[in-house]
């Protein structure tokens, strides 16, 4: 009886040595007392973890957090500098845009090509043309060299590749973030079917909703470790509050953007939610502005404070976010007493249900939380589903006109 784990990972590493001068390097190559000019950069940092048959697995952080880095480990791409990667089955990856994609060669050619390397003959390649070609729909380009291809014709067609090779493994590093949103769709409809299927899911990506919607366990990674593992939305969350924040969550992993938390520095009084005419609204149509005035009072005279939004499903997952530096917005000097704050939230693409707005207010290092306040709720009617994030963006203000 074969075991019931897909990949198992103990004590794994991966150690780069940084250099400050092009020269250093090679006085530690000649150096005859091996004395060293550089320093250890961990990209992971003795990680362990198992993940057992069938599961779909999320992998999330920041660039530069490892999650590529064990990815490519694990496809056998890089070789670790410790430690040791089981794989248990066939594997199919979409790593990078075009890797293990001949240029010169037309699509068709690329199909079989990389049918071969995944261990079929032409025969049960054949069989599974025609489903390549009609998932990846990108016309008579099929039959011309994949040089002359736009990215988002490389993410097709590599994704039906390896989705219609019938691997036991399939990982997916960002591959997808190039296409249009109904490739998207097609796309995921796809990984919920190898799924179904019994196939081995490792998703790595930046888009929250898909690996809430798609993943069983979500690992998050951060400097080279896992921060923490766990259910999806759990791990999101505690995620998503730590990136608005720029620090580190701590104690019991409990999110403080869920409740109403004031200092004696400054309180948030109210958060209103208004459309472009300055009517309080509760319900919203899909792509409506949201004008969001956050009303609070300051106990003393403060310096280029950060306001940061989080919007929250009715489940406390977190599907939005933005702060005021992003936009690279100065308030200035507030002076003690009254304020207003107008966040208008540009074309905001939720689906349909109801949310809550989750306002933070931060010192200028983003580094102390002087307030947080999730009382306003709202609602959205539409009929469409909509993947990844709008291409606009929020738009912070003090607002000193009352009319």
């Known amino acids: 009886m074969s075991e ?5 990972i103990e004590h794994l590493s991966k150690v780069y040595k940084i250099f400050d001068k092009p020269t250093d390097r090679v006085k530690e190559a000649l150096n005859p007392f091996r004395k ?6 961990y990209a992971l940092n003795d990680v362990s973890l198992t993940i057992k048959k069938g599961e779909t697995v999320g992998i999330i952080g920041k660039n530069g957090a490892g999650k590529s880095t064990i990815l490519k480990i694990i496809t056998g791409v890089l070789t670790p500098t410790s430690g040791s990667v089981q794989v248990n089955g066939r594997i199919a990856s979409l790593l990078e845009l075009g890797a293990g994609f001949d240029p010169e060669m037309t ?5 079989y090509m990389n049918g071969t390397i995944m261990g079929y003959n032409k025969e049960e ?3 599974r043309l025609q489903d390549i070609i009609d998932f990846a729909d ?3 380009f099929i039959h011309q060299p994949v040089k002359m291809y736009s990215s988002g014709m490389f993410a097709r067609l590599a994704f039906a590749v390896n989705a219609f090779v019938e691997p036991d493994i ?7 973030s190039v296409g249009d949103m109904k490739f998207q769709k097609k796309c995921t409809d796809k990984i919920e079917a190898l799924r179904e299927n019994g196939t081995t899911i490792l998703f790595c990506s930046h888009d929250m909703h898909a690996v809430n919607e798609l993943c069983n366990c979500v690992y998050w990674f951060r400097d080279g470790k896992i921060a923490k593992s766990g259910e999806p939305s759990s791990v999101i969350s505690e995620y998503m509050v730590e990136f608005a924040a720029g620090f580190s969550i701590r104690g019991n992993g409990s999110n403080p953007n869920y409740y109403v938390r004031n200092s004696d520095l400054l309180s948030i009084d109210s958060v209103h939610l208004f459309d472009k005419n300055r009517n309080s609204r509760e319900l919203f ?3 409506d502005d949201i004008y969001c005035d956050i009303n609070f009072t300051t106990y003393v005279d403060i310096c280029s404070p950060i306001i940061s939004i989080i919007i929250f499903r009715k489940d406390k997952l977190p599907v939005a976010i933005n702060k005021s530096s992003f936009q690279k917005y100065d308030f200035g000097m507030l002076k003690k007493g009254q304020n207003t704050i107008r966040c208008i939230l540009k074309n905001i693409p939720l689906n349909l249900g109801e949310y809550t707005v989750g306002v933070s207010v931060w010192n200028k290092e983003s580094t102390i939380s002087y307030a947080n306040n999730t009382s306003a709720v709202f609602r959205v009617k539409t009929l469409n589903i909509l993947y990844g994030p709008t291409e606009e963006r929020s738009v912070f203000f003090l607002c000193t006109d009352w009319n």
């Open 4 to 8: 019931d784990w897909a990949i198992k």
């Open 36 to 41: 060293r000019y550089s320093r250890d950069f």
């Open 107 to 111: 699509g068709i050619e690329n199909i």
């Open 125 to 127: 390649m054949d069989d």
């Open 138 to 140: 990108i016309g008579e």
């Open 170 to 176: 399939l990982i997916v590093d960002e591959a997808l």
């Open 285 to 287: 149509v899909q792509g």
